[in-house]
């Protein structure tokens, strides 16, 4: 098999904000430690061409100099 959680089924697609608030959940985790989000990989359970538009306004959203400024590398 590829992936073990394929067998879950497809339920929903996550909404822009609940993929950014995963990233602010771990943010705020690694900052009790003083270290900070450096990279975010958006794939695992699911994939993230299934879901575009939420993942193209999530990226704008974490990318843009006014929120999280996680530029594009």
């Known amino acids: 098999t590829f992936c073990a959680t394929g067998q879950m089924g497809f339920i929903r ?7 950014i608030q995963q990233v602010i ?3 705020k985790q690694l900052a009790a430690v003083d270290q900070k989000v450096t990279n ?7 994939e993230p061409f299934h879901n575009y538009d939420a993942t193209l306004e999530a990226i704008d959203r974490l ?11």
């Open 63 to 73: 990318n843009d100099p006014k929120a999280m400024n996680l530029g594009a590398r």
């Open 40 to 46: 975010i990989v958006l794939m695992g359970m699911g």
């Open 25 to 27: 959940y771990y943010a």
């Open 13 to 19: 697609n996550l909404t822009s904000g609940e993929i």
